[in-house]
């Protein structure tokens, strides 16, 4: 299976800051990367696919980068709303694996 | 407006069975690969399996920790999915949502029910 290691686990920040989660792939998944947000106690939503693809009516301060091994996800200005947990998908193949999810909270 | 709503959950004893129901509307049902995401208390997300369509010969896939036991299968005349879980054990307790996901190589996973929780203890 493909392993999918998100940094940081957890992190604090302002309402204002750019913010920046990273996720890396155990090996080459090209660009068969999805990133999804989860509000406490609410499903996940989908933010970009295939890696850097803008889902539609997210907010385009959410933007997605990488192909291969390594991606990132980045808030460019933290708003209220985001403060919730991260998760990358791979699906370049069966099974597809998430990350462990990255936790922003207030600080 | 595209919904799936999860119904079925519940407390269940070790060894026990359990079936759980999702229902679509606002799109065309038949038309999507459809899979189930489990997520245990406090902890991550973990794909569950796939019922792909009718023309893909509804073929399906599990996650290693479900194969054997579990069972997932699509009405499409009704627009349901189902999720069959037999010799459930408490690794298993976790909220089960049902997802919509595309056919091809991306939109994965583009739609969400709100889940429903399957607690395995006696």
């Known amino acids: 299976d493909i392993q999918m290691t998100q940094s940081p686990s957890a992190m604090s920040a302002s309402v204002g800051d750019r913010v920046t989660i990273t996720c890396r792939a155990s090996q080459g998944i090209s660009d068969y990367l999805a990133w999804f947000q989860q509000r406490p106690g609410k499903a996940p939503k989908c933010l970009i696919d295939?890696?850097?693809k803008l889902q539609s009516g997210v907010p385009s301060r959410f933007s997605g980068s990488g192909s291969g091994t390594e991606f990132t996800l980045t808030i460019s200005s933290l708003q209220p709303e985001d403060f919730a947990t991260y998760y990358c998908l791979q699906h370049k193949g069966y099974p597809p694996t998430f990350g462990q999810g990255t936790k922003v909270e207030i600080k | 407006e595209v919904q799936l709503v999860e119904s079925g959950g519940g407390l269940v004893q070790p060894g026990g069975s359990l079936r759980l129901s999702c229902a679509a509307s606002g799109f065309t049902f038949s038309d999507r690969y459809m899979d189930w995401v489990r997520q245990a208390p406090g902890k991550g997300l973990e794909w569950v399996g796939r019922i792909r369509r009718k023309v893909d010969s509804y073929t399906t896939e599990y996650a290693a920790s479900v194969k054997g036991r579990f069972t997932i299968s699509r009405d499409d005349a009704t627009n349901s999915l189902y999720l069959e879980m037999n010799s459930l054990n408490t690794e298993d307790t976790a909220v089960y949502f049902c997802?919509?996901?595309?056919?091809?190589?991306?939109?994965?996973?583009?739609?969400w029910g709100q889940g429903t929780l399957v607690i395995v203890s006696s």
């Open positions: 997802v919509r996901s595309a056919t091809g190589w991306y939109n994965w996973f583009d739609t």
């Open positions: 295939a890696a850097n």
